[in-house]
């Protein structure tokens, strides 16, 4: 299994002291990784692609990590979608793939100043863009959801979303928290509106950053409580109760739908 050590940096300007012959790049271009062989997503040896649009992520094992958006995929290189890289990675170097690919996204589209129209620059210490004229500060989007799995007796509600129903896979219900909710409040809300029943005894067990485009996924384990299912059709295809025995299709194990169908299932 890969180890990697990684660390925050607090500021997205690429230090002068990279070392593009040590130091490691990951390519992105519209949010697609571009990649040179598969499997590999950070390397050293890459000197000046383009002149812009660089930043500076963190350190990966001891060495500085830059992002750079590159306007075209190199001879030889190849475009590999995120969600492609979620299902033949491990959850570290998913963590790292994803962040990079959401600051770039950011930084990308956020080029001038919401208040004022003036370009937008590098602070020193901070991961944000400032408005040299009027002080504005512009931080990496971060949305929350709640995700919940939910338990009846030994079963598990999961549920197919249109938007999944190529893939085949059930999961749990997620949705956005809304302005002036608590967490708890928007998955009785989301539960209610999705599948139409109660649930109770909500209990947080974990979150993950979903960079798909720039979601905190905050997992919990819920009960049961009551009704009747009734799937919101605009967005459910299918929703039902099951057995660990007789599972569909479900999340890999890098995600945390699949650490919460696990939870959920175990007898404890
Ligand atoms: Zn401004």
Request: aromatic share 8%; glycine share 8%; charged share 25%.
């Amino acid at each position: 299994m890969t180890v990697l050590d990684f660390e925050y940096a607090p500021a997205l300007k690429v230090p002068d002291s990279f070392d593009p012959e040590r130091d490691l790049t990951i390519c992105v271009r519209r949010g697609d990784l571009i990649v040179p062989e598969p499997g590999r997503i950070w390397h050293s040896g890459m000197h000046d692609l383009v002149e812009n649009q660089r930043v500076q992520i963190g350190r990966l094992n001891g060495r500085l990590l830059r992002c750079v958006d590159v306007p075209d995929v190199p001879e030889g290189w190849a475009s590999l979608g995120l969600r492609d890289y979620l299902l033949n990675s491990d959850e570290q170097s998913f963590r790292v793939a994803g962040l990079s690919v959401q600051i770039m996204n950011w930084f990308r589209q956020q080029n001038f100043c919401p208040q004022c129209g003036n370009a937008l620059e590098f602070t020193e210490n901070d991961r944000a863009l400032q408005c040299a004229y009027c002080q504005y500060r512009d931080y990496p989007r971060v949305n929350p959801c709640v995700i919940v799995s939910i338990r009846r007796g030994d079963e598990v509600l999961l549920a197919q979303s249109h938007r999944m129903r190529s893939t085949g896979i059930y999961s749990c219900l997620a949705g956005f928290v809304e302005a002036g909710e608590s967490l708890e409040e928007a998955i009785v809300r989301e539960v209610r509106e999705e599948a139409g029943i109660d649930v109770g005894d909500i209990r947080y067990v974990g979150s993950q950053a979903w960079p798909f485009p720039h979601q905190l996924m905050l997992g919990f384990v819920a009960e049961y409580r009551s009704g009747e299912l009734q799937p919101d059709t605009r967005e459910i295809a299918d929703l039902g109760w099951y057995r660990a025995d007789c599972l569909p299709k479900i999340p890999p194990h890098q995600t945390i739908a699949r650490q919460l169908i696990d939870q959920a299932l175990r007898s404890d």
